[in-house]
């Protein structure tokens, strides 16, 4: 069955370092990947999109990776801050399928 | 925009009890999801709407479950008879367009907790 995986269940790193969080897929080939942060006792919040053509896409301070080869996504936030500490979703699609998740990701940053 | 409002934010129940969760997703958004979070299994899609349209419910857990959704700003997701294995986080997300190409937009979820 298709599957996404987050590798880490959590995360911890120091303020001003670049946090890399990683999304596997297998028995899928996504055509999209998407990227959600959730805070605790909210809902996801979108942060970035990419598609199977495209190698790299940033926003700010941060960058996301589709490696279709390796059937990866890497997700960096360079110069971490306290304030980025969240769980960070992935989220695959193909064709017109909805979004399938990973388990995501808690993210500490450590002053 | 107020974004997608669920409610209620918190329900507790006991085992049997009918619970219907409810939400309204962003205006002039065509695709309706609802998703349920738990520690165990993450974030699973339950059944998702087009135009009001219910196009897959597979991931509906068992026929005490049903989702409706009667016109474009109101949907409402039931459990009849509800037990504690369905204890979770329940999420209403919508997007404009095709869901794999455009963000889905989360409500801050209902908690469901069964006793």
């Known amino acids: 069955s298709q599957k996404i995986e987050q590798n880490s269940e959590a995360l911890n790193i120091q303020e001003g370092k670049t946090a890399t969080l990683t999304c596997n897929y297998t028995?899928?080939?996504?055509?999209?990947l998407q990227w959600y942060r959730q805070d605790p006792g909210r809902g996801p919040v979108f942060l970035l999109l990419i598609r199977e053509n495209e190698k790299e896409k940033r926003k700010e301070r941060l960058k996301v990776t589709f490696d279709t080869t390796l059937k990866q996504s890497l997700f960096h936030i360079t110069a971490s801050q306290p304030a980025d500490s969240a769980t960070y979703l992935c989220?695959?699609?193909?064709?017109?399928?909805?979004?399938?998740f990973g388990k995501g990701t808690r993210l500490s940053v450590i002053a | 925009d107020a974004g997608v409002i669920q409610s209620p934010r918190h329900e507790v129940t006991e085992m049997g009890q009918e619970v219907t969760l409810r939400c309204k997703p962003i205006s002039g958004h065509d695709y309706l999801f609802w998703y349920r979070q738990t520690m165990m299994r993450g974030l699973e899609l339950l059944i998702y709407f087009n135009n009001n349209v219910p196009i897959d419910d597979s991931g509906m857990p068992e026929d005490r479950f049903s989702a409706k959704m009667p016109n474009a700003s109101f949907s409402t997701l039931k459990i009849q008879p509800s037990e504690p294995r369905d204890s979770a986080v329940y999420f209403c997300?919508?997007?404009?367009?095709?869901?794999?190409?455009?963000?889905?937009?989360f409500g801050n979820g209902t908690r469901l907790t069964v006793t």
């Open positions: 997300a919508s997007s404009s367009r095709v869901p794999n190409n455009s963000p889905l937009h």
């Open positions: 028995n899928y080939s996504p055509a999209y």
């Open positions: 989220g695959a699609s193909s064709g017109n399928t909805p979004l399938v």
